[in-house]
T-cell receptor
């Protein structure tokens, strides 16, 4: 158990809908990351927040947005969902930002868009 | 741009065999960090090791060992006397966000599916 929690574990929704994925980092970690894992794209970095502020951005679609709250939990919002958004979404956390800090991953949220 | 290549898509071995998973990376940064993660069938990603670009010492942890060679941009992972429980997808990853205030992201390889048969 990494100490990172993600809810829900599974999510099934229809095209065009909007969903929110939630992540609680390990106790004491200030940095939160979101990754998407799909069969065709592999594991891809989406976005990083550090202590409430966006710090790095990857290939995140405009239909996706995220935020980190004062209690350090984070939410990833996915809207106007398409079939291709079906994937496993991971949240990770690290104690600080900067590449030398290992990232600990949550169990993931499996999103299925029908 | 950063890139990580794991050329071996799938490897199948018999229990107790040694197996090496290859990882080759590309980066223009002089300081960077390399990682290995394990993804068992249950799906979570488990951190195994981190290596700094300026430390080429090999590392051994139980049955696991890692060989970092800057000259060939490789960071290979060997499992000695493999066990069925080692069956998983293994990912090599690179991070070159070096400053304590800089952003940080992991660039992952495609992963190697290791199957250890009894």
């Amino acid at each position: 158990d990494s100490g990172v929690t993600q809810t829900p574990k599974h999510l099934i929704t229809a095209t065009g809908q909007r969903v929110t994925l939630r992540c609680s980092p390990r106790s004491g970690d200030l940095s939160v990351y979101w990754y998407q894992q799909s069969l065709d794209q592999g594991l891809q970095f989406l976005i990083q927040y550090y202590n409430g502020e966006e710090r790095a951005k990857g290939n995140i679609l405009e239909r996706f947005s995220a935020q980190q709250f004062p209690d350090l939990h984070s939410e990833l919002n996915l809207s106007s969902l398409e079939l291709g958004d079906s994937a496993l979404y991971f949240c990770a956390s690290s104690v600080e930002t900067g590449g030398r800090h290992e990232q600990y991953f949550g169990p993931g949220t499996r999103l299925t868009v029908t | 741009a950063q890139k990580v290549t794991q050329a071996q898509t799938e490897i199948s071995v018999v229990e107790k065999e040694d197996v090496t998973l290859d990882c080759v990376y590309e980066t223009r940064d002089t300081t960077y960090y390399l990682f290995w993660y394990k993804q068992p069938p249950s799906g979570e990603l488990v951190f195994l090791i981190r290596r700094n670009s300026f430390d080429e010492q090999n590392e051994i942890s139980g049955r696991y060992s890692w060989n970092f060679q800057k000259s060939t941009s490789s960071f290979n992972f060997t499992i000695t006397a493999s066990q069925v429980v080692d069956s998983a997808v293994y990912f090599c990853a690179l991070n070159s966000g070096i400053g304590e205030t800089s952003g940080s992201r992991l660039t992952f390889g495609e992963g190697t599916q290791l199957t250890v048969n009894p």
